[in-house]
Nanobody, 119 residues
Framework: QVQLVESGGGLVQAGGSLRLSCAAS????????MGWFRQAPGKERAFVAA????????YYADSVKGRFIISRDNAKNMVYLQMNTLKPEDTAVYFC????????????WGQGTQVTVSS
């Protein structure tokens, strides 16, 4: 069982940066693949980025590639999403999620944190 709590959201101007954090509880955190998703008003939840348990492999949605960086610190049970060069279309609720393997589904979700980018 993994419990996730996001933080770090807020209001930022276009071109600015934010760093989201996800605190995880659970003894098996270090073995889970972690992901970030987002949901904009009136839209479905969408994949943003993910990182393998070791941190050695990351992948991103095309819309954020080159601007966002996902990282993790297994010793602290933390996952981060550094968001740079933010655009108004990045405005959404951002969710942290965990799954036991790269082939499984995301079984555990946080409550989300709001990111608003003003133009």
């Amino acid at each position: 069982q993994v419990q996730l709590v996001e933080s770090g959201g807020g209001l930022v101007q276009a071109g600015g940066s934010l760093r989201l954090s996800c605190a995880a509880s659970g003894r098996t955190f270090s073995s889970y693949e972690m992901g970030w998703f987002r949901q904009a008003p009136g839209k479905e939840r969408a994949f943003v980025a993910a990182i393998r348990w070791s941190g050695s492999y990351t992948y991103y949605a095309d819309s954020v590639k080159g601007r966002f960086i996902i990282s993790r610190d297994n010793a602290k049970n933390m996952v981060y999403l550094q968001m740079n060069t933010l655009k108004p279309e990045d405005t959404a609720v951002y969710f942290c999620a965990a799954r036991p393997s790269a082939l499984g589904r995301y079984d555990f979700w946080g409550q989300g944190t709001q990111v608003t980018v003003s133009s």
